[in-house]
């Protein structure tokens, strides 16, 4: 999809045009795998939080694990990114998901699957064509937090038709510029980590986190609860679906993590956030954190991903 | 709900399979019962219609449950021993509602429970089936009788007369029966336990019916209440607990989907259905006796003719419970006296500014005023050539303010003396804003003007496609501001269009930015919310008429008024309603928040006082004539002006 926009730029620019953007100076690579370089930070640094990336740029990270159990995966990690620079630069722009299935029999990983790729289809469709637009004379862009329920409401609707039976957790992250739009159902979890602090933005939807907020069970006791990963909303439960959608803005270099429950359930958060911290790139973190999973048993599908803002 | 541990998934399907295969119609058990039909696929099993082949003259036929064989030797034991159970405890029962046990045997490895066969409909079933919304007094009929049976097992003695409470813990439409005559019937004691007071047990029930402590283990006979509070609610509403978010029975009124239902048969199951147990009824009876009272209540109000009283009586409650925010004419409140009035020539429009010991505030009788805050005597006035509709900007020692006569004036704000006056080509009917050493402010001549706020000379000026009267907003190097023609600007301090964005109608609004946001409402009726860098829109809001108020926001409620005469909450982070409050007029008046309380005037003359966190009004004050100037708050006072003539000076 990457390759498609930036096919896209190329084919848009005709010389002499001076309404269409410039083609972009330099692309990210959501399917970066390799580590990033070593910036140079000493071991002792560890408190500073943060290898300075480079100043103007998303910096990805992704690490996924089938874990020590299961014998299949059923999450589903998506990650673009898209920049152009210029006269008239175009906010970067970022769309990352997770989605974790359920059903058993195949078809957990099909509705994560065709989840993840409706929900991606659908926001690329709105809101390519208005960011690729000069922003002087477009006022018909989409409302992404329009954008984001649409998308969640056909990925909803698609996993019912084509996978009845199975069912999956969806969390949508939009980053354009500063602005972060984010769709969620489910357990999959997002958390934010600025000024070093690290903070949840999605809430479960689960039983246990349900009773937690009635006051009925303890962290510790919903930490062990024999129906802690019982959901009551996922996507294709059919009519009805409500998804939460919150928009907010990113302070610069604030690191946005989106992890599945094979992750969160078994790392702490205060350890997710100290690993975070002590990791030399942002890619090592997303490596160190599934490490620390399937230390801690994996008995789950591990998937992580992380962006920094440039800052 | 979605389970997703893929072992419990497994684990079913497997039963289910083997259920599935089992007992074929026609085969015959212990030479006495033959097998009719499978009645129902349980999680350990299957339930048969069987004939009893003892009655050769008769047709006697009897239901038989079955637990089959699991590979698993724990989980086989355990199973077991839940069955054993369920036989014992249901041959120490003797109630009507109570299925009697005839038999109970284990062949081939397998276990097997003869009861009474009921010949009927469980009521999942019944409700799927049923047509539109079932009645009130039949739902309490079969509450009476189920609290009656509930009563029953919870008064359970053991064979030495010990109390033995016998709770059900799985109570829910699809175990209980209608039976040929119409009674009651409960089925499936798999999970029925007796119950020592203290002791914790393994959570087993039905998500969405079981009570929250049930899910630390807890089961008492304060959950069955709950459990049958859950399924009265279901039974009303249609709607199925079991797909709704869990524990959300207040958040989805009974009334709301069922109006007929009655304001005291809510009020029941909501008792029922509380999250505490202490307070939800102290027994099954007390739960009996509460219904059976509104049912001798409502069978007496339906004799009468037209049975309209009750109804009457209902409509109004639910009006000040369901809508507690919405008219003031329902809450007692007692009238504001005013600290101070001031009284102007003309109509007062504008804001008042309050800076230093002074409140400042244009008239449309041409006049500025500068009133003393703490007294409301008069300072100083100062004379345009035109109305003023827009409140000053004040900086340092001067205040600036347009006026209808086409000037900017810049006057000393102690003494009201004439510093400069800049002429625009037309009528100024916007608030100025300072920034940088400059008044930002737009015009009706379509330009936004930028003055040097010393000496009144022009720095630049952008010409927009129509009228600007809305407030600019200035930040870093960022010009913001609306046209009466919908265009919303982004322009850089050099003049240089950024970005634009287009509202269907004018935006006569200030905009407001927090947070990298802009907040523009439009006459279109709408709110917008956009990336102030990019013009992204991040979501939109609908109100029902055109929005002229300015929004303020406190904490992430975005609070603002719309000619639909409501004030709204809007969530920042998504664009979704926290609630509204309605007027009698439209509420044109920008709101003010100080300490939890947000101020807002209406064109019905008032202001009102309004709690930021709920909507629900505090105090209001009525003036003389309507209110769309905006309330300025200084020292706990709050200064509004209103069409009337006067500037009101009112304790918050």
Redesign the interface.
């Known amino acids: 999809m990457f390759d498609f926009l930036k096919k896209w730029m190329g084919q848009s620019r005709s010389p002499g045009s001076e309404t269409l953007p410039p083609l972009p100076s330099s692309s990210s690579d959501p399917d970066a795998t390799v580590p990033l370089p070593e910036l140079g930070l000493r071991a002792s640094d560890h408190d500073q939080i943060w290898p300075r990336p480079s100043p103007t740029r998303f910096t990805v990270g992704l690490a996924q694990h089938v874990g020590q159990v299961r014998t299949h995966n059923e999450d589903v990690l998506l990650a673009f990114t898209g920049e152009l620079r210029g006269l008239e630069p175009m906010?970067h722009i970022g769309l990352f998901v997770v989605a974790?299935g359920?059903?058993?029999h195949l078809l957990?990983e099909r509705a994560s699957g065709i989840a993840g790729r409706t929900l991606a289809r659908v926001v690329l469709e709105n809101v390519l064509p208005?960011l690729l637009a000069d922003?002087?004379?477009?006022?018909?862009?989409?409302?992404?937090?329009?954008v984001m329920e649409l998308a969640i409401a056909e990925a909803n609707r698609t996993v019912v038709r084509l996978v009845p039976e199975g069912?999956t957790t969806l969390t949508g992250a939009l980053i354009?510029?500063?602005?972060l739009?984010l769709c969620h159902v489910g357990?999959t979890r997002a958390y934010v980590i600025s000024n070093g602090r690290m903070e949840q933005l999605t809430r479960d939807?689960s039983?246990?986190q349900?009773?937690k907020e009635?006051g009925?069970?303890t962290d510790d006791?919903a930490a062990v609860?024999?129906?802690r990963?019982?959901?009551?909303?996922?996507v294709?439960?059919?009519e009805g679906l409500e998804a939460?959608?919150?928009?907010?803005?990113l302070s610069p270099g604030s690191i946005l993590i989106i992890c599945s429950?094979g992750l969160w359930s078994l790392v702490p958060d205060h350890i997710i956030h100290q690993i975070v911290r002590q990791s030399p790139s942002i890619q090592g973190a997303c490596e160190s954190l599934v490490r620390a999973a399937n230390e801690a048993g994996g008995p789950d599908n591990i998937t992580v991903v992380m962006v920094q803002l440039p800052g | 709900?979605?389970?997703?541990?893929?072992a419990t998934?497994?684990v079913t399907?497997r039963l289910q399979n083997a259920g599935d295969g089992s007992l074929k119609p026609g085969s015959i058990l212990q030479n006495r019962y033959s097998i009719i039909k499978v009645l129902g696929v349980g999680g350990m099993g299957s339930v048969y219609q069987a004939r009893d082949l003892r009655f050769p003259n008769v047709t006697k036929y009897v239901a038989v449950k079955e637990i089959i064989n699991i590979a698993d030797p724990s989980m086989r034991e355990m199973v077991a021993k839940i069955f054993e159970r369920e036989a014992n405890t249901l041959a120490s029962l003797d109630h009507p509602a109570i299925p009697k046990i005839y038999d109970y045997f284990n062949q081939s490895d397998r276990s097997f429970l003869v009861m009474e066969f009921i010949d009927g409909k469980d009521l999942e079933t019944y409700l799927n089936e049923f047509p539109g919304l079932l009645s009130e007094d039949v739902v309490i009929g079969w509450a009476i009788e189920l609290c009656d049976v509930l009563s029953y097992l919870h008064n359970h003695k053991d064979k030495d007369g010990k109390p033995d409470p016998i709770i059900f813990r799985d109570l829910k439409p699809s175990n209980i029966m209608l039976d040929q005559h119409g009674s009651i019937r409960l089925i499936d004691f798999g999970i029925a336990r007796a119950y020592q007071a203290g002791q914790k047990g393994t959570?087993i029930g039905t998500?969405g019916y079981s009570p929250?402590?049930q899910?630390?283990g807890e089961a008492s006979p304060a959950g069955d209440i709950y459990a049958l509070g859950a399924t009265l609610h279901h039974l009303l509403t249609k709607q199925d607990p079991r797909?709704?978010?869990?524990?959300t029975f207040a958040e989805r009124p009974i009334r709301k989907s069922n109006p007929s239902v009655s304001l005291e048969l809510e009020s029941i199951i909501m008792t029922a259905l509380n999250?505490n147990p202490a307070e939800r009824f102290a027994s099954a009876e007390a739960m009996k006796q509460a219904l059976k009272t509104l049912r001798r209540r409502i069978s007496g109000s339906l004799s009468r003719p037209a049975g309209t009283g009750r109804i009457e009586t209902a409509a109004t409650g639910a009006a000040s419970q369901a809508r507690p925010t919405e008219g003031p004419a329902l809450v007692n409140l007692s009238e504001v006296t005013p600290l101070w009035v001031f009284r102007c020539e003309d109509e007062i429009r504008a804001s008042p500014v309050v800076s230093g010991a002074f409140v400042y505030v244009g008239a449309y009788d041409n006049n500025l005023y500068a009133v003393n805050a703490a007294d409301g005597k008069l300072a100083w006035k100062y004379a345009t050539d035109g109305g003023l509709p827009a409140p000053p900007v004040i900086h340092q020692d001067n205040l600036y303010i347009g006026s209808e006569d086409h000037r900017l004036h810049a006057v000393s704000a102690k003494s009201g003396r004439l510093q400069w006056t800049y002429y625009a080509d037309g009528p100024i009917r916007a608030a100025p804003r300072f920034a940088d050493g400059h008044i930002f402010f737009g015009a009706d001549d379509h330009y936004l003007h930028v003055v040097n706020a010393t000496t009144g000379r022009k720095a630049w000026r952008y010409q927009a496609s129509d009228v600007i009267r809305c407030r600019p907003v200035v930040s870093g190097d960022r010009v913001y501001f609306g046209c009466e023609s919908g265009?919303?600007y982004a322009i850089d301090l050099r003049a240089e269009?950024?970005?634009?964005?287009?509202a269907k109608r004018g935006i006569t609004s200030s905009p407001l930015l927090h947070?990298?946001?802009l907040y523009v409402c439009s006459l279109d009726g709408m709110i917008y919310?956009l990336?102030a860098?990019?013009?992204?829109?991040?979501?939109?809001f609908r109100t029902n008429k055109p929005i002229l108020s300015s929004p303020t926001i406190d904490g992430n409620l975005l609070l603002v008024g719309s000619a639909d005469n409501h004030l709204y909450a809007i969530d920042i982070?998504?664009?979704r309603e926290a609630w509204r409050f309605a007027t009698n007029g439209q509420v044109n008046s920008s709101p003010a928040v100080i300490g939890g309380t947000v101020y807002v005037g209406s064109v019905d003359h008032s202001l009102y006082a309004i709690d930021v966190a709920s909507g629900r009004l505090r105090w209001k004050f009525t003036a003389k004539g309507p209110i769309t100037s905006s309330p300025a708050i200084a020292n706990n006072v709050v200064y509004i002006g209103s069409f009337d003539h006067h500037l009101y000076a009112l304790t918050a």
Request: no cysteine; hydrophobic share 30%.
């Open positions: 906010p974790d359920m059903g058993g957990g208005s922003p002087r004379s477009d006022y018909e862009r989409p409302s992404l937090t329009e069912g354009v510029g500063d602005q739009i357990d939807h039983l246990v349900r009773l009635m009925q069970l006791e609860h024999p129906q990963s019982v959901l009551y909303r996922a294709g439960q059919g939460d959608v919150i928009s907010r803005r429950d | 709900m979605f389970d997703a541990r893929k998934r497994s399907h959570m998500e929250p402590e899910y630390r797909i709704e978010p869990p524990f999250y265009e919303f269009r950024k970005w634009m964005f287009r947070n990298g946001t919310a990336d860098s990019s013009g992204w829109r991040l979501w939109q982070r998504n664009g």
